[in-house]
């Protein structure tokens, strides 16, 4: 967490409106694997980082004016507590209003607040920076209203934000992360059951490595919720809840009955449910080679199965292939764009990131950006010193 950025966000908030504020952290987060298996009901294994939101929020002792204040791209949005309604292409107003309006609709009452919120989560890079929007407000609200929610229910008011404002149809992964997220650890969560198992992240003479292609295609949000409606149509054809009651055999039985695109949809998502339970028992018995084996294998699947990679995230993977001292390399996130994830060793962090800057370079005509991350505490309420 940016000390710079808190203060920041702090005296904004101050200089805005003449009062103190609450100061929440929210983080964003990385996912080792288990890519587009949440909304299946599978399994994942993210962590929160060390970028995030920070968002300055009070009490402004009116019944139904509410300001939120964008303190990066200096914008702001005026609203009322009972008239709340989408915005088209409303971009981070959405996160905010979302929020505000899935409290109400849980029955919480509200009235007017202020809130300035700023980040350092680069801007569609894969990092959940709306989770971690969404996550700063309802904590942020909870704390000033006194709400007496739990952490589960605001992250499942956070993910119908995301529903029902940004409009993209999100599992719980973004959203759980942030919140829960535990300091040096990876959380291995069962999207089914919601239980979830803490694993320390410790990887000796290797570390993990984003890097980011700087790009982010148009089509991200209809191919995702596509993705999702393929996904639920195999369960609906089986009379299944969803994916994570559908084995390769009971795939295989309706194989002449779906588009052979649906069926590798369905085939990636069996497999990379395996992959995160190999992957948590690989980092148990500190086999890094096996898990930089399984993630080499979810990139395959995303970009041949699932097919939402993209050129640039395929050329920063097949780049690492070159050299011993990267164990596994795959795109984080949503796709079409956005980090790649890598597990390097510490050693050549230096060397390999000059030359995958230049490659890139000379093969886009564009920069990538390259990230050290530390894995964080979930959205608390901070200070500035
Ligand atoms: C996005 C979504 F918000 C998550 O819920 C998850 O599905 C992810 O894409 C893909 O694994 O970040």
Known sequence: MSEVLTKNIYEHFISSHQ?????????????????????NNGYVLPAAIDKGIVAAIQKNGTLQQCNAIAYDLNESHQFELESIEPIENGGWRNYIIGVVEEVQKYGKMLSGFNIVFGGNIPNGAGMSSSAAVENSVVFGLNEIFELELTKEEMIRISQRAEHNFAKVKCG????????????????????????????????????????????????????????????????????????????????????????????KKGLYVIEENDRVLNTVKALESNNLEEVGNLLYQSHEGLQHQFEVSCEELDFLVDFTKNTDDVLGARMMGGGFGGCTINLIKTSAVCSISEKVENAYKQKFKKDCSIYNIALSNGTHKTTTL
């Open 172 to 263: 719980i992964m973004d959203q759980f992360a942030s919140m829960f997220g535990i300091e040096n650890h990876a959380l291995m969560l069962d999207c089914k059951t919601m239980e979830s198992k803490s694993t320390a992240i410790d990887f000796g003479d290797y570390q993990l490595l984003l890097i980011n292609t700087n790009v982010k295609h148009s089509l991200t949000d209809s191919a995702y919720n596509d993705r999702r409606e393929k996904c639920e149509s195999i369960a609906k054809l089986l009379k299944k809840e969803s994916l994570r009651e559908v084995t390769k055999e009971s795939l295989d039985s309706i194989k002449d009955r779906i588009s052979g695109n649906t069926y």
């Open 19 to 39: 009062y103190e504020p609450l100061v929440i952290f929210s983080p964003g987060r990385i996912n080792l694997i288990g890519e587009h298996t949440d909304y």
